[in-house]
């Protein structure tokens, strides 16, 4: 007995094995949301959703990479610098990026935020709006260490870092949060949820991009079905337009739930930060959305002290001054084909 298939047949054979071994491999290689995401591609347009998962569909990291990682948080503990000199090769996903902003001038000033080294407006159209901590002691330090941590990741240079720094007369209460791929938890993610947690009274969030877990999702929901005042501030430009069109699909939820959204209209608002009641303050490079906490290295600011706090209060209010703040009602007079398009846009939330 002989098979005589045609090019079309072996085709529809392949096209189907793809299809089958992307159900059996994806869904335990990565979260539930994400594997619904690629295998909604891999089904649609096997042939090219399969390179593409094996391109950017799960945040691997070579051993040599995390071993690494391992080696510098060790450091950072014991106040050493680490011994390996490991060289530098590429060990990771293309899309993986280092996201923090940081800056040590002279072992006594730093600055950590959300801004990078570039122009304001070099996304044509969208002039950035930032905020950027600066700050001395010995939390200068610990941003100086993260720096060459970075560095010895990328270069397998080891840097000389300052153990110390005298305090300052303010003593504000800081703790650095990094997070990253490498390390293994979701440092920002957890640290978040439990900051939404925690609240009691009121909580602000910042963010330019709004594309949640389903975790931070249930946290922002429970605090306001517990009467917390939840706001959150979202810029109204937005320069990712996939990445605008999915956040949109979440607002409904929310809004029915009682949180408040604003969205900021000047300029692109690209800070990132939230506030807890009148005691804590999360400033730094992490943004609300699935990248930020899974894929990218990212550097936050805990600072404990009711005047930062206040002074982070003005700046929240500055910006819902130029915000216009969304209703229910009106949110879902937009037209059936944008939530159409919206609800489309949030399947993919897990390649932005």
């Given amino acids: 007995m002989t098979w005589d298939l045609s090019p079309g047949a072996w085709l529809l054979a392949l096209d189907w094995a793809i299809r089958l071994a992307a159900l059996a491999w994806i869904p335990h290689r990565t979260t539930p949301p994400a594997a619904r995401s690629w295998l909604?591609?891999?089904?649609?347009?096997?042939?090219?959703?399969?390179?593409?998962?094996?391109?950017?569909?799960?945040?691997?990291?070579?051993?040599?990479?995390?071993?690494?990682?391992?080696?510098?948080?060790?450091?950072?503990r014991v106040g050493q610098a680490p011994q390996a000199a490991l060289r530098w090769r590429r060990s990771g996903r293309m899309d993986l990026r280092n996201h923090r902003k940081l800056a040590v001038i002279d072992d006594?000033?730093?600055?950590?935020g959300s801004q990078n080294l570039a122009a304001a407006e070099f996304?044509?159209?969208?002039?950035?709006?930032?905020?950027?901590?600066?700050?001395?002691?010995?939390?200068?330090?610990?941003?100086?260490?993260?720096?060459?941590?970075?560095?010895?990741?990328?270069?397998?240079?080891?840097?000389?870092?300052?153990?110390?720094?005298?305090?300052?007369?303010?003593?504000v209460a800081t703790q650095l949060l990094a997070s990253g791929p490498a390390y293994p938890f979701d440092n920002a993610r957890d640290s978040v949820?439990?900051?939404?947690?925690?609240?009691?009274?009121?909580?602000?969030?910042?963010?330019?991009?709004?594309?949640?877990?389903?975790?931070?999702?249930?946290?922002?929901?429970?605090?306001?079905?517990?009467?917390?005042?939840?706001?959150?501030?979202?810029?109204?430009?937005?320069?990712?337009?996939?990445?605008?069109?999915?956040?949109?699909?979440?607002?409904?939820?929310?809004?029915?739930?009682?949180?408040?959204?604003?969205?900021?209209?000047?300029?692109?608002?690209?800070?990132?930060?939230?506030?807890?009641?009148?005691?804590?303050?999360?400033?730094?490079?992490?943004?609300?959305?699935i990248r930020s906490f899974a894929l990218n290295a990212e550097i936050g600011l805990f600072c404990y002290d009711r005047g930062v706090v206040a002074r982070m209060r003005e700046i929240e209010a500055d910006y819902l001054r130029d915000?216009?703040?969304?209703?229910?009602?009106?949110?879902?007079?937009?037209?059936?084909?944008r939530r159409s398009l919206e609800g489309v846009a949030r399947l993919a939330d897990s390649f932005m």
């Fill in 323 to 337: 915000a216009e703040q969304l209703s229910l009602d009106a949110w879902r007079a937009r037209p059936t084909w």
């Fill in 123 to 171: 996304v044509r159209g969208h002039p950035n709006r930032e905020l950027v901590a600066r700050v001395r002691g010995p939390v200068v330090a610990h941003l100086e260490a993260v720096f060459a941590s970075d560095w010895y990741l990328e270069t397998g240079e080891v840097l000389d870092v300052s153990p110390t720094r005298p305090s300052q007369p303010e003593r």
């Fill in 108 to 112: 006594d000033i730093a600055h950590v």
């Fill in 40 to 76: 909604l591609l891999v089904f649609f347009v096997p042939l090219l959703g399969l390179p593409l998962y094996l391109l950017f569909g799960h945040p691997w990291l070579s051993r040599q990479r995390i071993l690494r990682q391992a080696q510098a948080s060790q450091a950072i």
């Fill in 193 to 289: 949820n439990a900051l939404i947690h925690l609240a009691q009274r009121r909580l602000v969030l910042t963010t330019p991009y709004f594309v949640p877990d389903d975790a931070l999702l249930a946290a922002l929901r429970i605090a306001a079905l517990s009467g917390v005042e939840v706001q959150l501030i979202l810029s109204a430009p937005n320069n990712q337009r996939l990445t605008e069109w999915a956040q949109h699909s979440y607002y409904d939820g929310l809004l029915a739930c009682g949180v408040r959204i604003a969205l900021y209209r000047p300029r692109f608002l690209h800070a990132k930060h939230l506030s807890v009641d009148d005691g804590i303050a999360l400033i730094g490079s992490i943004n609300l959305d």
